[in-house]
């Protein structure tokens, strides 16, 4: 699976949109983007994934770059409760293996009021 | 609800003794998994099963033992715990074949003195 590259930390203040930057530019054809958080210590959270073309549901929207090596997550308008870290993963949908899901260090996003 | 439920939520043991986390999930997925969170935060895959049938087995000493009665059950059996089994511990289920990604439990702290 392609490695990706986030920011260590990001803040953003209250009420404002947060973007969250994902550069993954060795992404093969068939590899979606997904995106999780995990809010201090609890289990990670599924956001919304993509594989082309840009995504939105009830929690963020992705934006996928036309060359697929980089990709934004936004959260429209930040609350206290959006702040967690943040992993972006680049993974098939499908394998013989099922859908292994490799974590990395994630963006610490704090939302400040 | 419907949801991935582990028990119990925090375990306390001593060295060399032998203990099991549980894991169910109500979702109808065929795919469970465990992952290890350190306490670095870095999350790590252990085990998967799809329908009862061990397909991921990371490096995991074979103290570390999955077991899967029927798909919508996967346990966690440590024999003989180390001081460095101390992590939290998260189940994970998924429908292979649908893109959603996981759906991940609460986690299991574990502590190991």
């Known amino acids: 699976d392609a490695k990706t590259t986030q920011p260590t930390s990001m803040d953003c203040a209250e009420g404002r949109a947060a973007n969250l930057p994902c550069n993954h530019s060795t992404i093969s054809g068939n590899e979606y983007v997904y995106w999780y958080r995990q809010i201090h210590s609890q289990g990670p959270q599924y956001i919304i994934h993509?594989?082309?073309n840009n995504e939105t549901n009830e929690m963020a929207s992705l934006i996928i770059t036309e060359d697929r090596k980089s990709s934004t997550l936004i959260l429209p308008h930040a609350t206290l409760r959006d702040t967690a870290v943040y992993y972006c993963i680049v993974r098939v949908h499908y394998n013989n293996y099922g859908q292994n899901f490799v974590f990395g260090p994630g963006t610490r996003l704090s939302v400040l009021p | 609800d419907t949801a991935v439920s582990q028990t119990p939520k925090y375990l306390v043991t001593q060295m060399g003794n032998d203990k099991s986390i549980k894991c169910e999930q109500n979702l109808g997925h065929d795919t469970m998994y465990w992952y290890k969170q350190d306490s670095k935060k870095f999350l790590k895959i252990m085990f998967s099963y799809n329908n009862k049938e061990l397909i991921i087995n990371e490096t995991v000493p074979n103290r570390f033992s999955p077991k899967s009665p029927d798909k919508a059950h996967l346990n966690l059996h440590i024999n003989s715990l180390e001081l460095g089994d101390s992590a939290v511990y998260f189940c994970a289920s998924s429908q292979v074949s649908a893109p959603y990604g996981y759906t991940f439990g609460s986690g299991t702290r574990l502590t190991v003195v």
């Open positions: 993509g594989l082309k």
